[in-house]
């Protein structure tokens, strides 16, 4: 939904996920309001229930459609279809370069 709403996101945070659809995208950049929007990927290397494979060829799929610089995956040792700490951390600061404070 982020990548084909013409409403300007922020970015977009995926956990433990892959792109379903990912055939119905285009092969190349996406046009429109979030052509340059920020990603950030997380999953951990022992999840049974999404294969850290899917999510590393979603990765990949979404640097086709944006700015490459502006995807980042992130694995976790050990972590299974769950969270941990350094996962939110990692989440936190992502949220934190893009939005502004509230004053």
């Not at 997380?42 to 979404?62: I, N, Q, W, Y």
């Not at 995956?73 to 502004?100: A, N, R």
């Amino acid at each position: 939904t982020a990548l084909t709403t013409q409403q300007k996101l922020a970015g977009i945070i995926g956990l433990s996920c892959w792109l379903p659809l990912r055939a119905s995208f285009p092969q190349g950049p996406i046009s429109g309001a979030n052509k340059e929007i920020s990603i950030l990927q997380c999953h951990g290397d022992c999840d049974p229930l999404v294969p850290l494979r899917f999510g590393s060829l979603t990765a990949e799929k979404l640097k086709t459609l944006v700015n490459t610089a502006n995807v980042t995956f992130k694995t976790y040792e050990g972590m299974m279809h769950s969270s941990c700490q350094q996962e939110m951390m990692d989440v936190k600061q992502f949220i934190e370069k893009l939005l502004p404070p509230v004053d």
